[in-house]
């Protein structure tokens, strides 16, 4: 990966993260610091490399099935692993669904 493939990946994740902030409900847009969304990208992006679900079959329409709760419950897990707090799984999925919802504005999902 070059230099230029680092900038364009935290280019990214800035805009992202950025795009989380707006999809939160007001009630959470002060509860998630920007670390902390990085943090939960950061375990949403292992999630995906780890359970196989990229490697998966795609439907009739093209799609690849995925488990929000299954994602919300890795992060959760993994985050009181690394001792950085409990989530309520609720606030942990707006995290989730909004950062699949840049995906789908960028056309990347569906």
């Known amino acids: 990966m070059s230099k230029d493939d680092f900038l364009l990946d935290d280019l990214d994740d800035e805009k ?3 795009f989380i902030k707006n999809y939160l409900p007001q009630d ?3 509860k998630f610091s920007d670390d ?3 943090y ?3 375990l949403i992006d292992e999630y995906y490399m780890e359970s196989g679900v990229l490697d998966s079959s795609t439907d009739s329409d093209g799609f690849i099935d995925i488990d929000l709760d299954e994602i919300v419950e890795y992060v959760i897990k993994e985050s009181k692993k690394d001792d950085m707090g409990e989530f309520d799984p ?3 999925l707006f995290v989730v669904q909004g950062e ?3 995906g789908n504005s960028l056309g990347l999902v569906e």
């Open 28 to 30: 959470l847009k002060e």
């Open 16 to 18: 992202t993260v950025e």
């Open 100 to 102: 699949m919802e840049y």
């Open 90 to 92: 609720e606030d942990i």
């Open 36 to 38: 902390q969304i990085y």
């Open 40 to 42: 939960f990208l950061d």
